[in-house]
């Protein structure tokens, strides 16, 4: 299961009326291991005075990396997470995610980090079955 969603929410997506505030909290709580990369990511970025700052490490366990894999999966869940800290999430392979700063999307390093070329070169075989 990818979110522990609460009744109240569930109640809410039957009605259509979703708190989305809500919905990034049950993010926040379902995926610990992802939310706490993102959240430093963003602080890099928008308290560091930096464009742009990526997370390149094997996560902790299987469990950390489905939690990672879940975040950047989901449309919804990315989408809110973006939205929530005013970012622009790229991920390659099982590991390297990266948070770029709104007005930065249309720089070197952007179109770099989400080219084919940054792509293939970020394969290794240790995450070949990722």
């Not at 939310?35 to 308290?47: C, D, G, N, T, Y």
């Not at 948070?99 to 080219?115: C, G, K, N, Q």
Request: proline residues 5%.
């Amino acid at each position: 299961m990818s979110l522990t969603v609460s009744p109240d929410l569930i109640q809410q997506a039957q009605t259509g009326d979703i708190d989305e505030a809500a919905f990034v909290q049950t993010i926040r709580e379902s995926l610990p291991y992802a939310w706490q990369i993102v959240e430093k990511l963003a602080h890099q970025i928008h308290r560091g005075g930096k464009a742009w700052d990526h997370y390149a490490v094997v996560p902790p366990s299987e469990q950390a990396r489905g939690q990672l894999l879940r975040l950047v999966g989901g449309d919804a869940i990315r989408g809110a997470v973006e939205r929530h800290f005013k970012v622009k999430l790229a991920f390659q392979n099982c590991h390297n995610l990266a948070a770029f700063r709104l007005d930065f999307l249309d720089s070197p390093e952007y179109r770099d980090f989400v080219s084919i070329r940054s792509q293939i070169l970020n394969q290794t075989p240790k995450l070949k079955d990722c």
